[in-house]
């Protein structure tokens, strides 16, 4: 050890001992530490004397004393947070039906709002009662500040029952064209109903026979003294969870989501494939909570003034729950007398023809491409009118999906005839092409290969746009059936032939494993349907006598149904059973029209046409004088 290391140590040792030293008290402030210590051990031994005397003294007493104590405590408390609503910030949660033939709706006591509504005529992927709106993670309820400067909210309190005539009990049932009435009412101060006169928020519930439309008015009557009176408005909060009710976890998660509409009428939503949250800046009339099939909708008295929804994503597991939506409104409110706001839910299908027909474009949740004028027309001016029409006779849905293929096929026959005789003509001329790319091999030559090409093609006049003008006017049917299919409710679990569910994927085998942008099941329509359009691209390649000028596009064309296949495992059965009918009755339109198309006469016309003196338009004419005053030589 060093000099330095042992100095060290000395000093330390010695700044140790000069502080205990310094801090040690001295002998009279021992004394008075001694004696405050005494005095408080006798303080507290008087008073564990004294109270073990009451305890002797008043032994039966002592529980109701304490539990009177706690119970005070928790009334104080309570008076604190809910104000003049403190006696009706506790009671029992108990649970009263309403329901008609389509829908059975549960109303909490606790916080008054509908607990849960189950739609009668469905029923889960899995059998179970199809319920779109559960209570048990839902909140809802209006938020105000009251006199005595409390923050209330109606869902955290106690509603009872009110009746004006006798009481018919916790269940009704409406049926036909009748209407049932049932309401709730909260009392400040108090928690039942003989304080009437004194004010009270109430809530009215109206159903009637068949319909999915529930009217949910709101009243706030005599709440002049009880509600702050710089009230300007009143904030209604709205959380739920969504459930899976479909099969596929996936497709039903990519179409769940928030609609809304403006008081213009523009009906809009969230993304559907990620989280997103919105403030609304203008006046909204409804709010959805949608999923795949069903709908959860608030419509406003007139409109909310300010709107925040959210949409909250989850992962499959157990629970079954898809997103948790989230929305929060804006309700002006006058404090100066009594407030009503007449609003109405939607708990049901999304069904065209019933959501059309309250006329609040409550059908534009249902996509059926709405962004395009020509894709909704063809789905709701042709495809649904023939959907409906079909359905009416209680038919198959297979059955009807045929029928609609063949209808639309016919109707397609003339596009189908100009597309076999310009695919005809570009056979015919096939050889002439190809000595043309013999006798310009270059690729310096690849311009006066393109004149001549299609100076023949004008001679003969053949187009080869001809043959992509028709599949061009296919296209909006092909993408529109894409919309109509999954988002078509009448499909959904309808079963045909081995597909349990037209709506969604059909499973003829279920793999051990997940195979990277396939799936872990073999879908057979999905399966067939490539098969198919891989036959008729190669029969379409056959037909148009395609040369070799771009053998990386016949390679893509062949590709794409392969890529495909993994996107439409997962997707609507009866999608991929339309486009595998499609290809085949496109097979039989082919071979129908070869039958009657003598290629030979086609041929010879083409030969005749080639010898007439070609007219130029007047078009074209004028952009060859413009080119020669600017002095382009068009032999040159």
């Not at 056959?542 to 590709?559: C, E, I, V």
Request: glycine letters at 4%; one cysteine or more.
């Amino acid at each position: 050890m060093s000099k330095q290391n042992i100095l060290g140590l000395v000093v330390i040792m010695a700044l140790l001992i000069g502080y205990s030293l310094y801090m040690t008290p001295s002998k009279d402030e021992m004394l008075a530490a001694k004696h405050k210590a005494d005095s408080i051990a006798y303080v507290r031994h008087a008073d564990s004397i004294v109270i073990a005397a009451q305890a002797m003294a008043h032994k039966a007493m002592t529980d109701s004393t304490v539990i009177v104590k706690k119970d005070t405590a928790s009334t104080l408390k309570t008076s604190a947070k809910f104000g003049a609503f403190a006696a009706a910030s506790t009671g029992e949660n108990k649970f009263y039906t309403i329901e008609n033939e389509v829908i059975k709706l549960k109303i909490s006591a606790r916080g008054g709002f509908v607990y849960s509504a189950q739609l009668k005529n469905y029923q889960t992927y899995d059998t179970l009662p199809l319920i779109i709106y559960r209570g048990d993670s839902t909140t809802f309820g209006f938020e105000f500040n009251t006199e005595d400067l409390k923050t209330v909210n109606t869902g955290n309190l106690y509603f009872h029952p009110y009746f004006p005539g006798p009481n018919p009990g916790d269940s009704l049932f409406v049926k036909g064209s009748d209407s049932l009435q049932f309401a709730l009412r909260v009392y400040p101060a108090v928690t039942d109903s003989t304080s009437a006169g004194k004010g009270y928020i109430e809530y009215v519930y109206t159903l009637k026979g068949k319909e999915y439309m529930l009217g949910f008015s709101v009243h706030y009557v005599g709440m002049k003294e009880i509600v702050a009176q710089n009230t300007q408005d009143v904030l209604l909060t709205w959380n739920t969870d969504l459930y899976r009710q479909e099969k596929s976890f996936k497709n039903e998660l990519i179409q769940s989501t928030i609609y809304y509409m403006d008081n213009t009428g523009d009906v809009n939503y969230l993304n559907e494939t990620k989280d997103e949250k919105e403030r609304l800046t203008t006046a909204v009339k409804w709010v959805s909570f949608k999923d795949q099939f069903f709908s959860a909708t608030l419509i406003a008295p007139d409109k909310f003034s300010s709107t925040d929804i959210e949409t909250v994503a989850r992962t499959e597991n157990k629970d079954r729950v898809l997103k948790t939506m989230r929305a929060s409104f804006s309700l002006p409110y006058n404090p100066a007398g009594d407030q009503a706001y007449n609003m109405q839910w939607y708990f049901g299908p999304n069904q065209y023809k019933i959501l059309r027909s309250y006329k609040l474009n409550l059908e534009r949740q249902i996509p059926l491409g709405w962004s395009f004028f020509l894709l909704q027309w063809i789905n709701r001016y042709a495809v649904l009118l023939v959907f409906n029409w079909l359905e009416s006779f209680n038919i198959n849905y297979g059955i009807i999906i045929l029928i609609l293929t063949i209808l639309l096929k016919i109707v397609l026959f003339p596009i189908a005839w100009k597309t076999y005789i310009s695919s005809a003509k570009m056979r015919i001329l096939k050889p002439e092409v190809e000595e043309i790319n013999a006798k310009y091999p270059k690729k310096e030559d690849a311009m006066k290969k393109q004149q001549a090409t299609m100076t023949l093609y004008k001679k003969a006049g053949a187009n080869p746009m001809a043959g992509c003008v028709p599949m061009l006017l296919q296209f909006p049917i092909l993408i529109a059936l894409f919309r109509f299919f999954p988002a078509s409710i009448e499909l959904r679990q309808q079963s045909f032939l081995w597909a349990h569910d037209l709506s969604s994927y059909d499973s003829v085998l279920n793999l051990p494993f997940t195979i990277p942008f396939y799936g872990a099941h073999v879908s057979l329509f999905c399966l067939l349907m490539t098969i198919s359009t891989i036959m008729y691209t190669k029969m379409n390649n056959d037909m148009m006598g395609s040369t070799n000028q771009m053998p990386g596009m016949k390679t893509m064309m062949y590709l794409m149904p392969i890529m495909f296949l993994g996107f439409f495992n997962s997707y609507s059965s009866g999608l991929s059973y339309y486009y595998m009918l499609a290809n085949l009755f496109t097979f039989a339109q082919m071979f129908i029209i070869r039958r009657f198309v003598n290629e030979d006469k086609l041929h010879a016309r083409i030969q005749e046409n080639k010898k007439k003196v070609i007219v130029k338009s007047g078009f074209q004419k004028r952009l060859e004088d413009m080119a020669k005053k600017q002095g382009y030589n068009a032999k040159k």
